[in-house]
């Protein structure tokens, strides 16, 4: 059977030039890049290289990128790392469980925690921003795009308002990082996160950008690994895969890349458009890969496994949420009912996609849609249904 994944953001493939890249770290170049002899000054000299490679993703120092676990551990450390009892937190309804949790559990132990909403687009308002401020707000943290709908937030905007106010700005990245320029510098932020599977690296390891200056608490106590800011012994293959996955996509972004990708979601969505009773959600500023799409009168649950056992891998929203009975808390956010939220399909696009898979897409969630429309009683009722002329 032919099988098309359409569900980058959860995860990507990694690219073969990464495994290669990783592959001797595994074995030959073993070595603990923390020890003084030949085998982990190698190691060490792997992991520099890659530091400067994630840098050059992200137009900062090698000093300033901290590796992580991946993109989660970024986040607590950005928060965990400069907020305490007392403090105040502005962040977005939208926002991933990482941070979200991460400020919720913050909220729990003393700290003051602003939520402030989105529009119908899924954007925050930058008046909304300003009014939460108070004199106690200690950390802006709002996503550069939404894991969910793709949606760019006005991040520079965002960046300029923290510093007038002297407080620090963190910006989850992970869903932007590869897919579109990110400049710490045009940003403004202190604070930035990536994930190395989002941007065809290998999962298990991340990066947070700590501008210098910035007083960072570390979370775990060791060795003074990570100048001290996240202690630990490297996952050397890890980092090589990400330094390498940022290269390739630096170098994809110089040559366009993006503008093919953003093609061919184009052409999904116009085709998905042309099926009855379907719309967009959030369809504003995105990331090339993303869009949302809502199936009125069909679980997407429901579809997902259809569009499943045909070959196609789509998703109803975050992987990490999947199996959740609630519906996406993005979408409710911006408006969109229960029944709405749960009918919606998110498809994400990546490198390894074509114009041939996006046809074989369109055809599959045509058939999909229709049948499981054909079954739901719900839908069937709706279609019959004529107003009566008035009297």
């Not at 495994?19 to 074995?27: H, K």
């Not at 932020?189 to 700590?210: E, F, N, R």
């Not at 990546?350 to 041939?356: D, L, R, S, W, Y």
């Amino acid at each position: 059977m032919r099988r098309v994944y359409f569900d980058n953001n959860a995860t990507t493939p990694v690219l073969p030039e990464v495994f290669e890249a990783m592959r001797p770290y595994f074995g030959e170049h073993f070595g603990n890049a923390s020890s003084l002899h030949r085998h982990g000054q190698e190691t060490r000299a792997a992991v520099e290289r890659a530091r400067e490679s994630v840098a050059g993703l992200l137009g900062c120092r090698a000093s300033e990128i901290v590796f992580t676990s991946g993109g989660t551990e970024a986040d607590n450390l950005a928060i965990f790392g400069v907020a305490r009892a007392g403090d105040h937190i502005i962040t977005s309804r939208i926002e991933h469980h990482a941070v979200l949790n991460a400020c919720r559990h913050l909220d729990e132990r003393g700290c003051e925690v602003t939520y402030v909403p989105v529009d119908g687009r899924g954007v925050v308002d930058l008046g909304d921003v300003k009014r939460a401020l108070r004199p106690n707000t200690k950390l802006i943290s709002i996503m550069m795009a939404n894991n969910e709908t793709g949606v760019i937030q006005p991040v520079a905007e965002i960046g300029g308002i923290a510093a007038e106010v002297d407080a620090y700005f963190h910006t989850d990245a992970v869903q932007a990082a590869g897919k579109i320029p990110v400049r710490v510098d045009e940003i403004g932020c202190d604070l930035l996160t990536i994930s190395g599977h989002k941007l065809h690296g290998p999962q298990g390891v991340g990066a947070l950008y700590v501008r210098k200056g910035t007083t960072l608490e570390a979370m775990q106590y060791g060795g003074r690994h990570e100048r001290s800011r996240r202690a630990g012994t490297e996952n050397v293959p890890g980092i090589v895969g990400l330094g390498c996955a940022a290269e390739i996509a630096r170098a994809g972004l110089e040559r366009g890349e993006d503008k093919s990708i953003a093609e061919l979601r184009d052409r999904l969505e116009r085709e998905l458009f042309k099926i009855e009773s379907t719309s967009g959600n959030g369809i504003a500023d995105r990331v090339p890969n993303t869009t949302n799409i809502r199936f009125d009168g069909i679980d997407g649950e429901a579809l997902l496994i259809a569009l499943d056992l045909k070959g196609l891998a789509v998703s109803t929203g975050a992987a990490c949420s999947s199996g959740a009975i609630e519906p996406s808390h993005v979408l409710l956010a911006m408006g969109l009912t229960p029944e709405q939220a749960r009918a919606s399909i998110r498809f994400s696009l990546g490198k390894q996609n074509t114009a041939e898979d996006v046809d074989f897409a369109v055809g599959l969630v045509r058939e999909s849609a229709a049948r499981l429309r054909e079954l739901s009683p719900v839908w069937k009722e709706a279609a019959s249904f004529e107003p009566r002329a008035a009297n």
